[in-house]
């Protein structure tokens, strides 16, 4: 009995995939997509994302990068192999895996947000501090550097860090 039912399902959908083949080939969206998304500028994770999970019900997510890497901005940024937080309209909130470097001092960067004014404006919240960078800056993602040293962040006990990224793909949960 079920077997004719699910005979009948393969036949429609392989008619579909040969007759829409672009329905089936299309991209999964990646983090950036996300990020764009949400309102927020695709650059303000590096290039190098290697896997992400989301879960789109509550936005949170993990993104890895191959290797503990620095950015240029205006100011000098050190992202972890794993970046965590939660993803919502226009910020990201319980950030970690992220540091900002503030003159001589690093600092853990909390959360991002978006300045809803329009006026091009992206905070960065350290903690002790709100930094304002223009969003400009932040358009698409940037080349990030090897880290030259981990000692300068807070997550350096992460046991992920020290044995690397996760080598599995990981997906998208609804």
């Not at 672009?22 to 950036?32: K, M, N, R």
């Not at 996760?166 to 998208?172: A, K, M, Y």
């Amino acid at each position: 009995m079920g077997t004719s039912r699910d005979l009948y399902v393969l036949v429609i959908a392989l008619f579909f995939s040969i007759l829409f083949p672009e329905l089936s080939s299309l991209p999964d969206p990646s983090f950036y997509d996300y990020l764009r998304e949400s309102g927020l500028p695709a650059g303000i994770v590096p290039k190098g994302v290697t896997n992400f999970s989301i879960d789109i019900k509550t936005g949170r997510f993990t993104v890895a990068l191959p290797v503990p890497c620095d950015a240029k901005f205006e100011n000098q940024f050190h992202f972890d192999y794993n970046i965590s937080g939660v993803l919502s309209d226009g910020r990201i909130g319980n950030l970690s895996g992220v540091t900002q470097k503030e003159l001589f001092l690093w600092f853990a960067v909390k959360g991002i947000h978006v300045d809803p004014e329009s006026s091009g404006l992206i905070h960065f919240d350290v903690g002790v501090a709100d930094k304002q960078l223009s969003l400009s800056l932040f358009e698409s993602p940037r080349d990030c550097s090897a880290a030259e040293s981990d000692l300068h962040t807070k997550e350096s006990g992460d046991i992920q860090s020290i044995f690397g990224p996760p080598r599995n793909r990981w997906t998208v949960s609804s």
